[in-house]
C-alpha cells in the first residue's frame, strides 16, 4: 500500500439521515481516486445503546447499501462490518489499558448520550476507544468524519502519541478531514441539537432514504423564529442551520443564499430548499434499492472486504502484542 490511508465508518444504529450524508458520506466516494480507503459498518459501535438484534442486522446491510449507492466501489475501497474483524476489539482492550477515565468523562458526546439513558453502560463510556483502535489499526492518515467527531479524533490522536512515546513508533497519527462547509448539521425540532439517526422525534430528521413527500414536509415544519428575515447568524439558528444545508447541497456559499433570499418570506426559502435537498438525495435515493435487494452481492462485498481488512489489521495487532510484552503464540 504506498497511497496514504482514508479511514471511516457509520453506525447501523438506524436510519441514516441528512446529517450523516453531509457529514460524511458525501465525501467518501471522492477519496477513492486519491487514497486507499477502508469504510466500515461499526456495529460495535452501535450496541453502546441497546439494539434489536434483527434491525442491527438489517441496518448494517441497509448502511452497506447506501455506502454502495453514495458511489464506494470495492474494487478501490475496503467495504466491511466491524464485528467480522476481531483485531479492532483487541486493540481497543489494550487502548484502554493507556486511557485516562477523566479524558473519557469529559466527552461531549458521551455527557449528551448518557443523558438519554435509564443506565449508563460502560461501552458508552468507552466508545472513544473502539473509535481509536479503529483507526490506528489500519495506519490511517486522515478520517473523513463530521464536526461532532473532532474531540474523538483528538482522544484518538492522544493515544497513539502516548504508545509511541511509551513503546516505540507504532502507530501513524491521523487527521481529521471535515466537509467542505463543516457545519454540524441540527435538528430541524430543536437547531441547539445535533440531527441524529437516534432521535426518537421522526420531524428532526431528515433521512437520506424516505418519500420526497416526507422530506420537503419536514423542512416546511422545522422551527424557525420570529424575525422573519433571513440572516446567517447565531441568533437564528433554525435559519441558519436551514441555510447550511442549502449551501452543502448547492455551489452557494451561506452569504449568497442570504442576498439570494433577501426581502424572501421564510415560506418560499423552505419550499425551495425542499426542492435543493430532494433533488440532492435522489440520485443515491434511486441507487440504493437496487443493492439493498441483491443479498447475495452485498454478501460478496462485506466477505472480500473482511479478508483484506483482517490482513491489515492482523500486522498492527501483531506488532502492538509484541511491544506490550506478550509472549508470541
Ligand atoms: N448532524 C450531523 N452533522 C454532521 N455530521 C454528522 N454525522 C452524524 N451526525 C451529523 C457524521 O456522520 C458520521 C457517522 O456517525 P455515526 O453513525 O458513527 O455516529 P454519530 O456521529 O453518533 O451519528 P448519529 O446520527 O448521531 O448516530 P446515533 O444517533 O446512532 O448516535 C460521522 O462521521 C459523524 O461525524
Redesign the pocket.
Known amino acids: 500500500m504506498d497511497k496514504k490511508i482514508v479511514y ?4 447501523p ?2 436510519k441514516l ?1 441528512l ?2 450524508y ?3 458520506l458525501s465525501n467518501f466516494s471522492e477519496l477513492q481516486e486519491e487514497y486507499n480507503c477502508l469504510y466500515c459498518i ?1 456495529d460495535m ?2 450496541i453502546t ?1 441497546p439494539q434489536v438484534p434483527q434491525e442491527l442486522r438489517k441496518a448494517s446491510l441497509d448502511v452497506l447499501s447506501l455506502y454502495l449507492a453514495a458511489g464506494l466501489d470495492p474494487k478501490k475501497s475496503i467495504i466491511y462490518i466491524q464485528s467480522h474483524v476481531h483485531q479492532h476489539v483487541e486493540l481497543g482492550w489494550l487502548l484502554n489499558t493507556i486511557t485516562s477515565l477523566g479524558q473519557l468523562e469529559r466527552m461531549t ?1 458521551f455527557k449528551d ?1 448518557s443523558k438519554k439513558v435509564k443506565e449508563v453502560d460502560a461501552g458508552l463510556l468507552n466508545y472513544p476507544v473502539l473509535m481509536a483502535a479503529d483507526i490506528l489499526l489500519y495506519q490511517t492518515s486522515y478520517v473523513p ?5 473532532r474531540q474523538h479524533l483528538e482522544l484518538t490522536r492522544d493515544l497513539a502519541q502516548r504508545f509511541n512515546s511509551r513503546y516505540s513508533e507504532t502507530f501513524t497519527i491521523p487527521e481529521i478531514l471535515t466537509p467542505k462547509l463543516g457545519a ?3 435538528s430541524l425540532q430543536d437547531p441547539s441539537s ?6 426518537k422525534d421522526e420531524n428532526a430528521s431528515i433521512f437520506i432514504i424516505e418519500d420526497e413527500k416526507a422530506t420537503a414536509n419536514k423542512i416546511k415544519r422545522a422551527v424557525t423564529d420570529s424575525v422573519g428575515i433571513i440572516n446567517y447568524s447565531d441568533e437564528q439558528p433554525g435559519i441558519k442551520n436551514l441555510i447550511n444545508i442549502y449551501s452543502s447541497l448547492s455551489s452557494l456559499s451561506p452569504q449568497e443564499i442570504v442576498k439570494k433570499y433577501e426581502g424572501v418570506g421564510y415560506g418560499v426559502f423552505k419550499e425551495e430548499l425542499a426542492q435543493v435537498v430532494v433533488d440532492g438525495l435522489r440520485p443515491i435515493r434511486n441507487k440504493y434499492e437496487e443493492y439493498r435487494k441483491d443479498k447475495d452481492y452485498l454478501e460478496r462485498v462485506y466477505r472480500d472486504g473482511d479478508e483484506r481488512a483482517s490482513y491489515l489489521a492482523e500486522k498492527t495487532v501483531r506488532k502492538v502484542f509484541k511491544k506490550m510484552g506478550f509472549i508470541p503464540k
Not at 471511516?8 to 453506525?11: F, K, L, W
Not at 468524519?145 to 467527531?149: A, K, L, R, T
Not at 445535533?194 to 432521535?199: A, F, G, I, V
Open positions: 471511516s465508518g457509520i453506525q444504529s438506524g439521515t446529517g450523516n453531509l457529514g460524511a461499526v459501535h452501535s445503546i458526546q448520550k468524519v463530521g464536526e461532532d467527531q454540524k448539521i441540527m445535533k440531527m441524529s439517526k437516534s432521535d
